[in-house]
Antibody, heavy 118, light 107 residues
Framework: QVRLKESGPRLVQPSQTLSVTCTVSGFSVTSYHVSWVRQPPGKGLEWVGAIWKGGSTDYNSALKSRLSISRDTSKNQVFLKMNSLQTDDTGTYYC????????????WGPGTMVTVSS | DIQMTQSPASLSASPEEIVTITCQAS??????LAWYQQKPGKSPQLLIYSATSLADGIPSRFSGSRSGTQYSLKISRLQVEDTGIYYCLQRYSNPPTFGGGTKLELK
């Protein structure tokens, strides 16, 4: 059974670094791409970046200078790190598995809500 | 970045009605478009991929179509459980971009 679960801090201070972990089961991160998508409260969805099954990464150009996505294949985990956080980085952060046939996200984690505030 | 302009922003309809939501791409994206449904407090769920293909387990009352750079999601025989926010997503080029969302309420 495919599952993804995000974990991370609920509150981060401005200018600090956010670290979120996506722990997956039911598939291997070396066989499927995994993306991060975020959603500010009451607003729409924004693709943050991805780690492809081969290990390379792509980032949203608007966030690229602050982002790092990596993985631990032995633990089947994907990591998101975003530095220099501002209040508009507040939102729910989702990790999502891609479908190998049609690319789009077919399974999502429940998301983790992150508030950037002092 | 490719802009996806979604309309309407919200709509209200009665059960058994037919509703259509559209996304206009700022440039040609071929069939590289998907539709998602997000219910309150939940993660998005894939409805349609490649503009017209129904995702696994999705009722056949959902359908997708394309006319040039305009994409449509049609929901026939609206059900109470179809309440939620619908988003389109293009993946023709990086970054993948979502439409602004359409909030569907049932009367």
């Amino acid at each position: 059974q495919v599952r993804l679960k995000e974990s991370g801090p609920r509150l981060v201070q401005p200018s600090q670094t956010l670290s979120v972990t996506c722990t997956v089961s039911g598939f291997s991160v070396t066989s499927y791409h995994v993306s991060w998508v975020r959603q500010p409260p009451g607003k729409g969805l924004e693709w943050v970046g991805a780690i492809w099954k081969g290990g390379s990464t792509d980032y949203n150009s608007a966030l690229k200078s602050r982002l790092s996505i990596s993985r631990d294949t032995s633990k089947n985990q994907v990591f998101l790190k975003m530095n220099s956080l501002q209040t508009d980085d507040t939102g729910t952060y989702y990790c999502a598995k891609h479908n190998n046939y049609y690319w789009y996200f077919d399974f999502w984690g429940p998301g983790t809500m992150v508030t950037v505030s002092s | 970045d490719i802009q996806m302009t979604q309309s309407p922003a919200s709509l209200s309809a009665s059960p058994e009605e037919i509703v259509t939501i559209t996304c206009q791409a700022s440039q040609d994206i071929g069939n590289w478009l998907a539709w998602y449904q997000q219910k309150p407090g939940k993660s998005p769920q894939l409805l349609i991929y490649s503009a017209t293909s129904l995702a696994d387990g999705i009722p056949s009352r959902f359908s997708g179509s394309r006319s040039g750079t305009q994409y449509s999601l049609k929901i026939s025989r609206l059900q109470v459980e179809d309440t939620g926010i619908y988003y389109c997503l293009q993946r023709y080029s990086n970054p993948p971009t979502f439409g602004g969302g359409t909030k569907l309420e049932l009367k």
